[in-house]
């Protein structure tokens, strides 16, 4: 699997702020992007997008080289996939008037929620980018048993933040 690089992070979201896209960064280039430095390889990037920007969004990373993956599970309305030159997970966020968004996370009408706090800023490679907070991290993080991964994102947190996990 290619690795997806911080130059490449960076690439991406510019060329979806230059095509007038919102995008926070989740997962583990969020966590990377709150500590403000790589901590780990990746193989992804996790972008949550304003759902009504989404033909933007998609012309946008086809115009760089990405395509829609098929038959991805969970797939749509929760998320979809492009794959190019990396893996983008992109993730359709709808905004209420105070700031809070939510996702869907399943065809039967169940949603995941961002409050309004959950859009924060972080760094990746000294560029100032959109992330998910600390706290909406954690929150994603529960429920399911933790790979290695999530054992050292929750940890870059608990070092960096002094917050708690629940792993």
């Given amino acids: 699997m290619m690795m997806f690089e ?3 992070v960076v690439r991406v979201v510019r060329a979806l702020r230059e095509a007038g896209c919102e995008v926070w960064i989740g997962g583990g280039w969020g966590i990377d992007a709150l500590v403000g430095r790589v901590t780990r390889e990746h193989h992804d990037l996790d972008l ?49 008037p105070d700031g809070s968004a939510t996702q869907p996370a399943d065809d039967r009408g169940g949603v ?26 954690v929150s994603f993080h529960q429920g399911y048993r933790p790979r290695e991964r999530d054992l050292h994102d929750m940890a870059r947190l608990r070092e960096t933040f002094g917050i708690e996990t629940h792993f």
């Fill in 112 to 137: 995941f929620t961002y409050p309004a706090a959950a859009f924060v800023t972080g760094m990746i490679e000294g560029v100032s980018v959109h992330c998910l907070s600390a706290a909406q991290q």
């Fill in 6 to 8: 911080a130059a490449r």
């Fill in 48 to 96: 949550m997008h304003r759902a009504e920007q989404e033909p933007v969004v998609i012309a946008t990373l086809e115009a760089a080289g990405y395509a829609e993956v098929e038959g991805v599970v969970p797939g749509r309305p929760a998320r979809f996939v492009m794959a190019g030159p990396g893996e983008i997970d992109l993730h359709p966020l709808r905004f209420a």
